[in-house]
């Protein structure tokens, strides 16, 4: 067989198993999967590194369907590429309850899938993580062991999301010439031919922002590899576009929207493979094709042998530390001593600190604890806090360092962030204003459905941060980000909290983590314990005098009020205790006796924070008083804001006795 | 005094309000109305058309200070340009509470303020509605009366976010020739130099999407002014990088990041006022520029005058339809009978739809009634059911339409509508699914805080979207949504329900909506009342049989479940009343004793909804017992899902005899 007929073979092979899965389903996109069958055959056959025996490789090349609707590409690949774990069985339950074949591809669902796609521009700026990654390690651990490129296949809705504009800026400038993106360029969008909203030249728009740009007939095996050639000797990013056909083969639906997103029915199934000259049935693969992506899969294992005789002749301890970097793991005892130094420190002398700045304090120890932290800001370094004493920037021509400026792109920095993550090696912080967390949203979102250890350090997090006024204040965001699955939210009070938050968030291997700061001086209000009070989530900062009548529950800034509220409560005779609560995640996943010790009988409650009460009564139930935010904030200083809005110790005092005349 | 020396006076004085009006404040931002002020100098001294003597003329032409950041030079140019509005003392009472001069600038506050920015890239983007409401009303009113400009000065963070990729993208396809974009380009970011960061060709950027570019230098008022003109005689639409100095004329900072954000402190404003040969004192005008601005705030009297004449031969009709369209007014009566005739054909023919496909039923009938309604879609039009019957495609070339097709572009689609509406005689409508609506929070946000009717169709609204899997499917986006406020957020139960969450969204003149819609099919459960009962929030749908033991709350597609679960309550001799719940917003602004009457009294209360609890305890107590969603979901089909999430009437019926047993 030619082997330009075997490429045929193979893509036809992906396609119908594409074609299948999606009839079985009756759900599913068969579109791309027929559309980029010839792209993919190229990538896998002929230039990929992997191997389909090792699917953890750390210097495997990374592949990413940015256009994660077209999974059973994935899965198809997976399958006839000899993943152990994708068995036909699989293909046969796609997108059904507790399949390894989901509608979109899950990395934590399925072996050999790097990144959760689905939402469009995900993928795409999660890839430009992977990159850095590799260039990060390379830089720390030479490019004999760290040595591999990241490819991207990516639809006309990925290059349409404003994500991916910020993440193209990020590649070009960093020049991550391991890094190829290969448009899927179809020209059809849901709603039909892409001309319908837009006309750009993509092509000229990745030139702009320094990347080399090629288009090919993406049906031309041939020239995908000469471009991919091309692409892979380029000293920066690639954009290969590829001109393809969606739905390829099908006579009745090939170029049309109606083949994007639905099965295409019996009798067009028929129909294509008489148009392709299929033989095979449903879910079954013809030996010829068998073969070719057997020997594919196998391709990569001289490789994979190569760099394993490679990492074995590094010296033991690179070797441990590459290991235990790739596996999650914090430096043993280090980081524990970092944070035990920094909160006896801050005991010792008692300062009125932003958290902002407590969290530089910590940082200027625990990146020295913990060398694979990669911190970042979107271009608010001296407001968040996040470069410590030391940090080396990332330059496009030294990656040696460990501070990464991003730009005013805080959805391409989160999404990069994941993809840091995803690969291994680093773990990931950055910063912006909490306000401006919805920038980011949707690819924090994607972190914690994933389970990736990315920190998000989020400054400036109330009416507190005054002037800017409410455009920059958050008033719903803890509220908001409190409300997705998974997601660590921590709000410290001072200096010795922040350390244990950090501590909290470096610990939790499997979510990521949200750091909520003060731009205002906060009170030390914590001794110096040797327990991490913030684990539990929520803790009795100060006991009442005698059996208590109120009971104060505050987080952050809010808490020194609570504390200033108890003294004017306790001079009145009302024995009143403080609660502090870090985190509303680790309180309410503690058991029921603990919660309700912590939360106590008194018979007036009281929560306080600068931002709405939802969210809340999980703590302190509905009845209980609150004083906080109910509205969008107001440009003016901070003080008078608190005063402005009633959040003060008076409002507090009057709200707890209010409680107390109605129990 | 030579035009060139008026034009620096004139600058100067907007460098040295802004330079005295930080000062003051002891915060702010010099640094861009410094460099900025030759810019706006040109521009509104030479080429806007407006009338500051009627600052809500309909014909002027909208000017959007996108780096919001650089308020004080929107308000020295009012102040400067004879605003009755804004005298010396707003401006010495800068970032103060209760002031016209807020941090950032917010059109709700200060009259000649088209629109609240600071966050980064929004102003762009919504500029981009802006011009097209006007090409869409020149389609319906003629450019006899509407011809009118958009010009907005735009920094290097608005062009770092994605969110301006989206609106260059749509702007150049949509060919808008009347939208100029001024770039500030001054190189200079919060933490330093752009360089840093990134490295993009901007002018290759906007022409590789269809935009004329030009490129000048900013401090030249004659170039600048010919880089107008040839600007406003492209048939595209236009950026000028206008390369400027930040704090131009600061001795030790200007070109430096340090004058971007700081007061200049006493020392610094006296090297500058030495520099510019500015002899005036702090807050004083000079009679030269005073009158030179004086001039320019008058220019477009005549232009005023020579439109109101055209108006005023209009037509009565016309003029009429104008009138009511710019005030925001809905065609008496003509809403109302459209609804109502919705509901009562939806109760006759007793169909099971899903509310996705209600709500088109819904906008075939008043999107004739209220022929100003703009509809459009992110890439989803037959999903999210937003075109009407008969409604035509806007296209670049023909804007005599009424369906935008966005494109995969949510953040610049929700920024856009926010132009349409702040423009004003349009109303602006459009969908997504609910899970992406985070993608375009940012702007959904400021539409709450400006308070601007734009409606927000989000579809496949739960775990009832099915296959798709968890990344489409919105968990906790109830909840985020529901904590922005000022954002009215309607979850409809069936066609009825649907009608009825249209109405309050078109009548909901200063707050915009989200109507969360099922893909799934949902019965018939209203009949066709009179009364609007989704105004109030919630209401009794089912009475229990005899005296309620088990209340039973839910939204959308739950309702029908809490019904079956009525029923199975009910044959075991527990009398249950179902309670739907379409808005919390609605509900909560109601008087406590309606409040409590809808509640009711029964011993055991369960909420039911497909997500989260978050917020639900405002609603029914956390005492209350409820059905939803408490981690991400799975990709199967929809009915499994829910059997496999335990929402099901079973359950219900489950949770309310527990809640029973407590009692």
Chains 1, 2 share one sequence.
Not at 36 to 64: G, H, M, N, Y
Not at 529 to 558: H, R
Not at 636 to 642: D, Q, V
């Amino acid at each position: 067989m030619s082997r330009r007929d075997l490429h045929d073979r193979m893509a036809h092979a992906i396609r119908f198993l594409a074609i299948d899965a999606v009839e079985a389903a009756n759900s599913g996109h068969p579109g791309l999967p027929m559309g980029a069958a010839d792209i993919a055959t190229v990538l896998f056959s002929e230039t990929l590194k992997f191997d389909a025996t090792q699917p953890t490789w750390p210097d495997r090349d990374r592949f990413i369907l940015s256009a994660g609707h077209g999974s059973m590409l994935l899965y198809s690949l997976l399958h006839l590429l000899g993943y152990e774990s994708l068995p036909m069985d699989e293909l046969k339950r796609f997108r059904q309850l507790g399949s390894l074949t989901p509608g979109h591809p899950e990395n934590f669902v399925t072996p050999g899938i790097e990144t959760t796609t689905g939402p469009l521009g995900q993928g795409i700026s999660t890839a430009v993580g992977f990159a850095m990654a590799e260039r990060l390690m390379a830089a720390r651990f030479s490019a004999d062991i760290v040595d591999h490129r990241t490819v991207v296949i990516a639809s006309d809705g990925d290059l349409m999301e404003g994500i991916s504009q910020e993440a193209i800026d990020i590649a070009g400038h960093m020049k991550l010439a391991k890094l190829t993106v290969l448009w899927d360029d179809n020209r059809i969008s849901i709603d039909g031919p892409t001309s319908l909203s837009g006309s750009t030249d993509q092509q000229a728009r990745f030139a702009a922002s320094g990347w080399t740009t090629l288009a090919v007939d993406g049906h031309d095996p041939v020239a995908i590899l000469a471009a991919l050639k091309t692409a892979y000797a380029s000293d920066k990013p690639t954009l290969i576009a590829c001109r393809t056909v969606i739905g390829f083969g099908s006579p009745a639906h090939a170029g049309s929207s109606k083949v994007h997103g639905s099965p295409l029915g019996a009798a067009e199934i028929e129909a294509t493979r008489k148009a392709l000259g299929w033989e095979a049935g449903p879910f079954e693969v013809p030996q010829d094709a068998r073969d070719g992506w057997l020997d594919a899969g196998r391709k990569g294992v001289a490789a994979r042998e190569a760099w394993q005789a490679r990492f074995d002749a590094l010296p033991e301890a690179d070797r441990a530390e590459f290991e235990r970097r790739m596996r999650g793991e914090l430096p043993s005892a280090a980081l524990a001593e970092a944070i035990a130094a920094v909160k006896a420190k801050a005991v010792a002398d008692g300062n009125a600190v932003a958290t902002r700045k407590s969290s530089e304090i910590v940082l200027d120890a625990i990146t020295k604890a913990v060398p694979e932290m990669i911190g970042g800001s979107a271009d608010l370094t001296g407001s968040n806090n996040t470069r410590a004493k030391g940090q080396k920037a990332v330059t496009p021509d030294d990656f040696d360092g460990t501070f990464i400026h991003w730009g005013v792109r805080e959805h391409g920095m989160a999404a990069a962030m994941n993809g840091l993550a995803l690969h291994g090696g680093v773990i990931p912080y950055s910063g912006t204003f909490l306000a401006f967390a919805d920038y980011s949203r949707p690819a924090i979102r994607l972190a914690a459905l994933m389970g990736e250890r990315v920190v998000h350090v989020l400054t400036h997090d109330s009416i507190g941060l005054g002037e800017d006024g409410p455009t920059h204040q958050p008033v719903e965001h803890l509220a908001a980000l409190r409300a997705i699955p998974n997601l660590l939210v921590m709000r410290p009070a001072d200096t010795v909290e922040t350390a244990e938050c950090w501590q909290i968030a470096l610990e939790a291997k499997d979510r990521p983590s949200c750091l909520i700061l003060s731009r205002q001086n906060l009170p030390l209000l914590r001794q110096a314990d040797a327990e991490n009070k913030a684990a539990g989530g929520a803790y009795e900062l100060i006991a009442a005098s005698s059996e208590a009548q109120v009971s104060l529950f505050a987080t952050g800034s809010e808490l020194s009020l609570a504390v200033e509220a108890r003294a004017l409560l306790e001079a009145e005779g009302v024995p009143t205790r403080v609660v502090s609560v870090p985190s509303f995640e680790l309180f309410l996943a503690r058991p029921l006796a603990e919660r309700r010790a912590v939360i106590g009988k008194a018979p007036a409650k009281v929560g306080i924070e600068a931002a709405i009460r939802m969210g809340w009564d999980s703590i302190i139930g509905s009845d209980a008083a609150f004083v906080g935010m109910t509205s969008f904030g107001a440009s003016a200083p901070a003080k008078e804001l608190y005063r402005h809005f009633g959040i003060t110790p008076q409002a507090v005092v009057g709200a707890a006795l209010e409680q107390l005349r109605q129990s």
